[in-house]
């Protein structure tokens, strides 16, 4: 199957051990209450602790437990001057009305935070069809490929940005695209559906990369005409695209502006493919005019296409320090082109810390 990176471990989840901590924490506050109240002399209280509890438990935890945690707090004070009867006066009496006020109050913000954590699970069901409507699944099969994708985003709760990708088997070969779309937000989002659209309808019926490069160009020139704002006159699309001929060991390659893609052989060595001359990205076709010319390579049995955005080969450490793939995976084997990018994935993330600022989109494809 191809493989989608997920939200989930993205850049900066909570741990389990801080889940961990704040399952117990109205519980440590309400006996952390008990002890000082119980251990202190008359006059000092400890209802700042005993009502902190429900107010913990109003964003995380049910309307049941909130209830919980008041009840258990005010137990817990009458308790306490149970055992010492002399203390018990109107200042008591006070505490215990000042943890009821604040469990209501709990109660209700229980409401509130639900009622809008209900909104964003909608949201983001809404952006997760969005994004299999833009960017569908590839089958895990195409043509002799073993063929797996994966979209990190970097911002939280995001699901799809200006990243992109695409392949499709044609009379012409196993067709692939990895782009990145300049800026943000719904914006970004319309140009990826612009030249996904473009892509799949030019890959069928062009017989060259070449040919598919310009019908990209008219497409988003034709969509820069319908943009209002700043992004008429600046928005452009990094993109390589790729193809792997039917029954052919080689690959070729188009790049306009994008990140180099590379290949690991079976031996474990790793070769860039660069263009032979550099080229603008889509959507410049108004600052100069170059013909397109793509590049074959070999592609042996075994090896593995890597294609990608500069959320991977721009990651950068605390140091300032770019993560270099060419160097990470140089003398290294993977299992499968899913095994690669979840290792990729995963490096990123270690690498920048979990902070890391860019989308990343990646493509790979093996030879069996």
């Known amino acids: 199957m191809g493989q989608r990176g997920g939200r989930h471990g993205h850049y900066a989840p909570h741990t389990d051990g801080a889940r961990t901590f704040l399952a117990a924490l109205p519980v440590l506050l309400i006996v952390g209450g008990t002890i000082y109240e119980y251990f202190t002399p008359t ?46 006066r109107a200042e008591v009496v006070t505490e215990i009305v000042t943890v009821a006020t604040v469990t209501a109050l709990a109660c209700y913000i229980h409401g509130i935070v639900r009622g809008n954590m209900e909104q964003l699970a909608s949201a983001r069901e809404i952006a997760q069809a969005a994004q299999f409507a833009v960017l569908p699944e590839p089958a895990g099969r195409i043509a002799g490929l ?59 019926q062009e017989n060259s990369l070449e040919a598919v490069a310009q019908r990209l160009e008219r497409a988003l020139a034709r969509e820069g005409v319908r943009r209002r704002g700043i992004d008429d006159f600046e928005g452009f699309t990094t993109a390589v695209l790729a193809e792997v001929p039917h029954g052919s060991d080689v690959v070729r390659v188009l790049n306009r502006g994008h990140p180099e893609p590379v290949i690991l052989l079976d031996d474990g060595s790793v070769r860039m493919l660069g263009p032979e001359e550099a080229a603008l990205p889509l959507g410049m076709s108004e600052l100069g005019a170059w013909p397109d010319r793509s590049t074959e390579s070999d592609f042996p049995a075994g090896a593995t296409l890597l294609l990608y955005t500069d959320g991977l080969s721009e990651a950068r450490d605390e140091h300032g320090v770019f993560y270099d793939p060419v160097a990470a995976l140089t003398g290294r084997r993977f299992g499968g082109p899913g095994e690669l990018l979840a290792t990729l994935a995963e490096e990123v993330r270690d690498h920048t810390g979990g902070g890391a600022s860019d989308d990343m989109a990646l493509l790979a494809v093996r030879r069996v």
Do not use: N
């Not at 995380?60 to 817990?76: M, N, T, Y």
């Not at 979209?151 to 067709?175: C, K, M, N, S, W």
């Not at 943000?184 to 030249?195: E, P, Q, R």
């Open 43 to 88: 006059g000092f209280y400890g209802a700042p602790l005993f009502s902190a509890a429900p107010l913990v438990a109003a964003p995380f935890f049910s309307l049941r437990a909130i209830v919980w945690a008041g009840a258990a707090s005010v137990v817990a004070i009458v308790l306490v001057h149970l055992r010492f009867p002399d203390s018990f």
């Open 146 to 204: 073993v063929v797996a994708v994966r979209y990190e985003a970097a911002q939280a709760d995001a699901f799809i940005g200006g990243d992109l990708y695409a392949v499709q088997d044609t009379p012409h070969g196993v067709r692939l695209i990895v782009g990145d779309v300049r800026g943000k937000g719904m914006g970004a989002v319309a140009a990826v559906a612009v030249v996904i659209g473009a892509f799949r309808e030019a890959a069928e």
